[in-house]
């Protein structure tokens, strides 16, 4: 029998999972309300909350007026203890099963991975069906769930386009110092995170991972970490005194 919420339901959730994961944690503290609307997401971005709220409804969370529904209070009751895996696996199972059908699980390749969220995952751009395959694969990480290792594979166009490429990263590469992955084989981002490396003349590279996409107000959150964390050494004496102040707030 045909279910009738999806008929009226968004295309393939795309969010980062952390930012996902991050919101439900927010509702798990306080009473489940009765509707998900704009007051309920605190300080996240305008995109953020649209991709949040619409992944929501795909997982059949929200109905189309942002009534919680049954299954997200369901799940509710579970997050953050053993049968919290369980609980995710059967959401992820009602939502993609329209899109995962004909492709093996746990030996397919990216590609077809690729196609049926293409023809059938109701998203148009690559961009936006690549961050939908990561959440998928975090959410079925999260819901201790195999899946094939060709999965989080980028497939290269080809030889000579790879040759190309690096040839041209190389002259675009200003040389302040050496990568954090210089010499060695870098390795591809986990699901929902991205890595940035940040070249310092004369010192060892930094490499920074952070959840994809990252809002302003959370890598504030971040920055003021981090410069607390840089203040506390200068305290103990741990850095050298001819170092930089920090710019002021």
Request: net charge positive.
């Amino acid at each position: 029998m045909t279910d009738p919420a999806r008929s009226t339901r968004p295309g393939a959730a795309y969010p980062a999972f952390a930012t996902f994961k991050s919101f439900l944690s927010g509702l798990k503290g306080n009473v489940l309300p009765d509707r998900i609307d704009n007051s309920v997401f605190g300080s996240l971005s305008g995109s953020a909350k649209s991709e949040v709220k619409t992944a929501l409804r795909f997982l059949f969370l929200i109905d189309e007026k942002s009534v919680v529904t049954k299954e997200f209070r369901d799940l509710m009751t579970t997050f953050e203890t053993p049968e919290w895996g369980t609980a995710l696996g059967k959401v992820l199972d009602r939502a993609y099963t329209p899109i995962l059908e004909n492709i093996n699980i746990e030996n397919g390749t990216h590609s077809q991975l690729h196609d049926r969220f293409r023809t059938t995952g109701g998203l148009n751009g690559t961009t936006v069906r690549d961050k939908a395959i990561r959440f998928w694969l975090a959410a079925m990480n999260e819901a201790g769930r195999k899946v094939s290792p060709h999965f989080g594979a980028v497939p290269v166009s080809s030889a000579n386009g790879a040759a190309r490429a690096k040839a041209k990263a190389r002259t675009r590469t200003p040389k302040l110092g050496k990568s954090a992955t210089e010499g060695t084989t870098k390795q591809p981002d986990l699901p929902g995170t991205k890595s940035v490396d940040f070249l310092i003349p004369g010192k060892p590279a930094v490499k920074i991972t952070m959840p994809d996409p990252i809002t302003v107000d959370e890598w504030a959150m971040v920055d003021s970490y981090l410069r607390a964390y840089i203040k506390l050494n200068m305290a103990g004496g741990n850095t050298n005194s001819h170092r930089a102040p920090l710019a002021k707030e």
